[in-house]
Antibody, heavy 118, light 111 residues
Framework: QVQLVESGGGLVKPGGSLRLSCAAS????????MSWVRQAPGKGLEWVSY????????YHADSVKGRFTISRDNAKNSLYLQMNSLRAEDTAVYYC???????????WGQGTLVTVSS | QSALTQPASVSGSPGQSITISCTGT?????????VSWYQQHPGKAPKLMIY???SRPSGVSNRFSGSKSGNTASLTISGLQAEDEAEYHC???????????FGGGTKLTVL
């Protein structure tokens, strides 16, 4: 069955960096677009980033553009999110999601918590 | 403030039907048939319930249905059950640089 397992979250100071990973299994990873979605404590969902199957097409939300970079390694069945210049408002649970076309997130990981605080 | 507008809460009794609205603009909900709905229980990851306005993934109960009229999409849950109590989020593709926008979420309470 489809499994997505995020890792790499934790506590980081404002201005710091963190790299999130998402290990995929149970499907042909290279066949699917992938995405990162986040949810601040007690808030709604916010789309963060999106990457095509080959990694040649990438989109980032305006709120993270220039600071976050999505990437993937199809040989390792892994998705990544490099987060730089972190701010308090980036504090959230970050979910890795498999895109099922038309921008619908068909499968989600359990999420990893990122806390940005001094 | 979320790009799509949902009611903060709705409620219904077991067996009843409820509808959750999701209002956007012609740049998102009204312009494309790419509306999705997600169910999220407390402390859990979201689950896709509806995609492309009215399609259901395999395994999702046919008690869940989606529709759209103009700039407003709707999720209807019929025959309410206790396990339907959750937060429901809508999303849509948007022609803006954001690409995907979500609603603020609606808390469904089964009385």
């Amino acid at each position: 069955q489809v499994q997505l397992v995020e890792s790499g979250g934790g506590l980081v100071k404002p201005g710091g960096s963190l790299r999130l990973s998402c290990a995929a299994s149970g499907f042909t990873f290279s066949d699917y677009y992938m995405s990162w979605v986040r949810q601040a404590p007690g808030k709604g969902l916010e789309w963060v980033s999106y990457i095509s199957t080959s990694g040649t097409t990438i989109y980032h939300a305006d709120s993270v553009k220039g600071r976050f970079t999505i990437s993937r390694d199809n040989a390792k069945n892994s998705l990544y999110l490099q987060m730089n210049s972190l701010r308090a408002e980036d504090t959230a649970v970050y979910y890795c999601a498999r895109v099922r076309g038309s921008y619908a997130m068909g499968h989600w990981g359990q999420g990893t918590l990122v806390t940005v605080s001094s | 403030q979320s790009a799509l507008t949902q009611p903060a809460s709705v409620s219904g009794s077991p067996g009843q039907s409820i509808t959750i609205s999701c209002t956007g603009t012609s740049s998102d909900v009204g312009g494309y048939n790419y509306v999705s709905w997600y169910q999220q229980h407390p402390g859990k990851a979201p689950k896709l319930m509806i995609y492309d306005v009215s399609s259901r993934p395999s395994g999702v109960s046919n008690r869940f249905s989606g529709s759209k009229s103009g700039n407003t999409a709707s999720l209807t849950i019929s025959g309410l059950q206790a396990e339907d109590e959750a937060e429901y989020h809508c999303s849509s593709y948007t022609s803006s640089s954001t690409h995907v926008v979500f609603g603020g979420g609606t808390k469904l309470t089964v009385l």
